[in-house]
């Protein structure tokens, strides 16, 4: 048995994400579509996993301001990284780690930041945090898949 994971990628705003398709045999995807919510859970676990290399690396880049409390006291952005709740989007189980454009939280500033404004120049970190884990993500992905799976 195999099971091959396909990755596609999409930006929407700030938030960066990819999608995991599992596709392998006939008797693979029985299997899986059998387990009905079990097979989100496996999904869902292998999102979080991944997810999380990028939400490290994007604390990483995040620019740091100069005071020990951060933003209101609430401490800095890099230590506030959002990740998303697990979403369902036509079928297809997401993740998003960033803030989203509407975002009125203490970290509202991070698209400013990422993308500047016009009298500032911008400080990318989500999207080049992103580019850099990809991979590495997206094999954990699979990996944590395939394992569940007994692959």
Sequence with gaps: MKVICTMRLWQRLS???SRVT???????????????AG???IVDKAL?????????????????GEGMGGYKGTGHLK????VSNIEDESGVRAIYAGVKKGDNSNWFYAKFLEWGTVKMKA???????YNSKKNKAFKLICDSIKGDLGL
């Design 79 to 82: 230590d506030n990284i959002a």
């Design 39 to 41: 097979k989100n859970a």
């Design 15 to 17: 938030i960066v994400a």
């Design 48 to 64: 979080k996993k991944g997810v999380e290399i990028v939400k490290d690396e994007m604390s990483r880049r995040a620019p740091r």
């Design 22 to 36: 599992v596709e392998g045999l006939e008797e693979i995807q029985e299997a899986l579509a059998k387990m009905g």
């Design 123 to 129: 400080q990318p970190f989500m999207q080049p945090s």
